[in-house]
């Protein structure tokens, strides 16, 4: 059956340095994958997706991905991390033979960045 | 705000009773989803709908769930003799089919507190 994990229930980084939030999934097939940011009291906010072509996939507020088909992942990075990235992220993955889009979810890395 | 919206924002109700939520997707939108997140899980699929076709449920909506998109528009969520296990957010999301692979945009929940 096809999962998607995230193995850190939380990653806390100082402003300023790079910050990394983990997600590997295990499917068989193509899958897609996105990345998506949900603040306190507010909806999950889209950041990017992954569909197919280069690896390296860039996004909202700086973030990026990159998306590793032999080890399966797809980690979220960002360069120089900010306070106000301070949030809750989800991975999340729907597969191709899905033509409506239906999102399976990690349960979430709680981000903390310290100033 | 041309976003996704719900209604309300927060229900606190006595076990057994019936409460309705409504999700107002974004206007030009066709599909429309509803996800059910829990303390500490990531969103969970409940069910799909392509215009006003309810097109799949998940097993997670019990009988005593239901929900409706008369005219393909905004959409409700009914649950009927609520339950302690519902306590949740309820989320709705909604995208437009025919721009690739889409993303689906949330709306901020509606929180169920049954008590």
């Known amino acids: 059956a096809q999962s998607v994990a995230q193995p850190e229930d939380q990653v806390n980084v100082a402003e300023g340095n790079p910050l990394t939030v983990k997600c590997t999934y295990s499917v068989s097939g193509n899958p897609y994958l996105f990345w998506y940011v949900q603040y306190p009291n507010r909806g999950l906010q889209f950041l990017l997706k992954y569909i197919t072509g280069d690896n390296l996939v860039k996004g909202s507020y700086g973030f990026e991905a990159e998306f590793n088909k032999s080890q399966t992942s797809f980690h979220l990075k960002k360069p120089s991390a900010l306070v106000s990235d301070s949030a809750l992220y989800f991975c999340a993955l729907k597969w191709t033979t899905d033509s409506w889009g239906k999102l399976q979810f990690g349960a979430g890395t709680q981000v903390v960045v310290t100033p | 705000d041309t976003g996704v919206s719900q209604d309300p924002r927060h229900k606190i109700t006595k076990r057994g009773q019936n409460v309705t939520f409504r999700c107002d997707p974004i206007?030009?939108?066709?599909?429309l989803y509803w996800y059910r997140q829990t303390l500490g899980q990531g969103p969970e699929f409940l069910t799909y709908?392509?215009?006003?076709?309810?097109?799949?449920k998940s097993r997670l909506l019990s009988d005593r769930f239901s929900a409706e998109r008369p005219k393909g528009s905004f959409s409700t969520l009914e649950i009927q003799r609520t339950e302690q296990g519902d306590s949740a957010m309820y989320l709705c999301?909604?995208?437009?089919?025919?721009?690739?692979?889409?993303?689906?945009?949330f709306g901020p929940g509606t929180r169920l507190t049954v008590l």
């Open positions: 999301a909604s995208s437009l089919e025919g721009r690739g692979i889409d993303e689906q945009f």
């Open positions: 709908f392509q215009n006003e076709a309810q097109l799949e």
């Open positions: 206007s030009e939108h066709n599909r």
